[in-house]
């Protein structure tokens, strides 16, 4: 299986976090609300022009900014 990255997935793809290579303030936040390696995620929304995306990690939705979504890569599961 290969990575890929957030931005990649399709509504409903289920998929396992691998690697998160966002920086700074913006990594922390993310690691808050769950977003680290071997994490779960499940893609439910993408705005209309693509930004934000929505996620559904760990029991709650998460929107977060396509930049951040190209820098969290994942296997499908």
């Keep these: 299986m290969s ?10 793809d289920l998929a396992k976090i691998t690697k998160v290579r966002v920086k700074g303030h913006t990594r922390r936040k993310l690691f808050d609300m769950g977003m680290v ?3 779960e995620i499940e893609l439910i929304r993408k705005a209309p022009l693509g930004d934000p995306i929505e996620f559904r990690i760990k029991g709650y939705n998460l929107s977060i900014r396509k930049d951040e979504a190209r820098q969290i890569f994942v296997h499908i599961i």
């Design 3 to 12: 990575e890929i990255t957030l931005d990649t997935l399709k509504p409903g």
């Design 37 to 39: 390696a071997g994490s």
